[in-house]
């Protein structure tokens, strides 16, 4: 009898988040994925995976990281509840939050919103946002430019 395979190829959500922690120490240190990279033996396109889990992170090299990024092993499991580590991957994918942190300009609102002391601005930039995606939900795609017509 042969055995099933998951067909389904998500990563553990896990490997997700470990990414996300190396991906967020490394950004907060100011180290690029080929400097990390090169601290540790690898290439850089190898860190890129690590960061989006579509590769898992060894113990071995987790832990070279943790020593190029000067932080502990934990670091990487912080925020973490106990709960995911039974859970199966989810099959949507990364969650929302994690797509936003792999964004350039996720990570830098995650880095400056923080720094907005008073609350009630907070809360206003955040309204602010929900109406702008409000308004795109009803509003159809712009028509992408049209390339001018070729004159033989």
Known sequence: MAKEFDVDRSPNPVDLHVGLRIR????ELGVSQEKLADSIGLTFQQVQKYERAANRVSASKLWDMARALQTSISYFFDGLPDAELNAPASSDG?????????????MELAAVFPKVRRARVRRRILDLVRAMVDEDDGEPEPAAPREPAKVS
């Open 94 to 106: 990364p969650s929302p939050a994690h797509a936003f942190l792999m964004t350039p300009e996720g």
């Open 24 to 27: 967020l120490r490394r950004k």
